[in-house]
């Protein structure tokens, strides 16, 4: 269903998706199936975009971004691609966005070009990031920073002695600054 105030010039979208009022997608994004695109959005050319996947309100999807399948993207995140902008003045190549399956960015997150948010992530509302997001990790803060580990329910895995065990009863260690789960 797209509303008939919708700005839509795309003919890439997928089946049961919804585009709601006063959205704008350009001729060359894709979109896949299932998803919901929220009113007051816009979506760029060079924009791909998986199954499954909610863009809230107040979301502007630059060149550059690839959103995989099951991604939530909450209201009024705001996504960078452009490290060093001026007016009238164009990088060689945007810096992209990679935001893995799964993954959830909170209301009012920053992302900046470049980045890769790993899947089952959760960026917290009002995040700024500036890095990338290991997969299953919480991230909080400006800039922001690693405060916890995800089951594949968004829940927090409980930490026993410096190991990590999730809601399946799998044990999880850190390395280099990753979660890997256990051969045990």
Partial sequence: ?????????????????????????????????????NCHTFIENNVVIGDNVTVKSGVYLWDGIVVHDNVFIGPNVTFTNDERPRSKQYPVEFKPIILERFSSIGAGS????????????????GALVTKNVPSRALMKGSPAIVCGWLNDDGTKMKEINGTFLDNKGYKW???????????E
């Fill in 1 to 37: 269903m797209i509303h008939p105030l919708a700005d839509v010039q795309s003919q890439k979208i997928g089946n049961g998706t919804v585009v709601w009022q006063y959205s704008v997608i350009l001729k060359d994004a894709v979109i896949g199936k299932n998803c919901n695109i």
């Fill in 110 to 125: 920053i992302i900046l070009g470049g980045v890769i948010v790993g899947e089952y992530s959760m960026v917290g509302a």
């Fill in 173 to 183: 260690n850190i390395i280099k600054d990753k979660l890997v789960k256990s051969d």
